[in-house]
């Protein structure tokens, strides 16, 4: 399994950014997919998951509201969109595949992306 994190950048408190993850290879009868990140000093954390089967998402509570995760079965690709960015929000972000979205919930992730650098300015 091959994950591949794009759509980082630099962007202004308030900003919008979307982050793209492309996965290949094999694929389990039911997974989820979704995002983490890590901020400097601070522990990776879960930010957003959607199980692949039935389109089921969660979000952790510091980013509901404010970013979407959706995806392309046909282009096996999951996206984050992340809106009303604060400086809060700046960190390296990762991509994930988990058997399941309970345990990604919790911070499992069975394959990772490499990370993909957000940074807002206040």
């Known amino acids: 399994v091959q994950l591949q994190a794009s759509g980082g950048g630099v962007v202004q408190s308030a900003g919008s950014l979307r982050l793209s993850c492309q996965f290949s290879g094999r694929t389990f009868g039911s997974y989820a997919m979704g995002w983490f990140r890590r901020a400097p000093g601070k522990a990776r954390e879960f930010v957003a998951g959607i199980n692949w089967r039935d389109d089921t998402t969660d979000y952790a509570a510091s980013v509901k509201g404010r970013f979407t995760i959706s995806r392309n079965n046909a282009q096996k690709t999951v996206d984050l969109q992340m809106t009303n960015l604060t400086p809060d929000d700046t960190a390296t972000y990762y991509c994930?595949?988990?058997?399941?979205?309970?345990?990604?919930?919790?911070?499992?992730?069975?394959?990772w992306g490499q990370g993909t650098q957000v940074t807002v300015s206040s």
């Open positions: 994930a595949v988990a058997i399941s979205l309970s345990p990604m919930t919790r911070g499992r992730g069975d394959y």
